[in-house]
């Protein structure tokens, strides 16, 4: 079992401190995210988007949607309706103002929800993506099993998430970068300094790889692709209902 992390070194669940978090960061997160990534989770995330258009869903629901930059992607794929969940407030008001200003707002709907407690009936989604989201749930398997029950028969959850990648020298630049330069740009531009130390421990915590598909494998999910990126910072994790 992966020690809990939490953003703050106080009382209260990981979850209420993930949600006071990502409202403390939401109106420079975008800007931070992309510059802390090089812009290289742009392209993570049409990965994602291609995979989920190959199946051709019709009903989408992106967990963790945060500022919705999946969910907006994901319009690619042309569906019926997308649905993004988040429990911070903040980030899905960011989100709400980008998904109008692309003329997005009858085909994408953004409710504050908790991922461990979703409010849909069984059987529901075509399709289910997460972005970055499953290393912040608070039961990682209650996440999942959720997700489980509202995905159709058949349907298929694509997981993007970060991991650590294992060779010489990424592994000693990725570690150098996420636990000195990361958190240093993030207090600067965010100024919530802890916000972006929970970020690498976060990762350092979370079950990558091989441990995550079993994971997904014991919540249900028949194994599908897993996909490293970018020399392994990051992966794409398939599991098909």
Not at 173 to 185: A, D, E
Not at 206 to 233: A, D, V
Request: glycine letters at 8%; charged letters at 25%; proline letters at 5%.
């Amino acid at each position: 079992m992966a020690k809990e992390v939490k953003p703050y070194q106080a009382e209260g669940s990981k979850k209420e401190q993930v949600a006071e978090m990502f409202d403390n960061i939401s109106q420079r997160y975008d800007l931070l995210n992309h510059l802390l990534s090089l812009s290289i989770d742009k392209g993570w995330r049409k990965k994602v988007v291609r995979m989920v258009s190959a199946k051709k869903p019709k009903l989408i629901l992106d967990v963790a949607t945060g500022t919705a930059d999946l969910a907006i992607a994901l319009e690619k794929s042309h569906p019926e309706k997308i649905t993004g969940i988040d429990i911070s407030a903040g980030m899905l008001e960011v989100g709400r103002k980008k998904v109008a200003q692309k003329g997005l707002s009858k085909m994408i709907t953004l409710e504050q929800a908790d991922s461990e407690n979703l409010p849909f009936e069984d059987n529901t989604f075509d399709a289910i993506t997460v972005a970055f989201g499953v290393r912040n749930f608070e039961n990682l398997n209650k996440g999942l099993q959720e997700m489980y029950r509202v995905l159709k028969p058949g349907g298929h959850l694509l997981v993007l998430e970060f991991s650590q990648p294992q060779g010489f020298p990424m592994k000693q630049l990725y570690n150098f970068y996420f636990k000195n330069i990361l958190p240093t740009i993030g207090k600067l531009v965010s100024k919530d300094a802890r916000a972006y130390t929970y970020l690498p421990e976060s990762v350092q915590a979370f079950p990558h790889g091989e441990s995550f598909m079993k994971i997904m494998e014991k919540c249900g999910y028949q194994r599908g692709e897993r996909i490293p990126l970018t020399f392994g910072i990051a992966s794409i994790y398939e599991g098909i209902k």
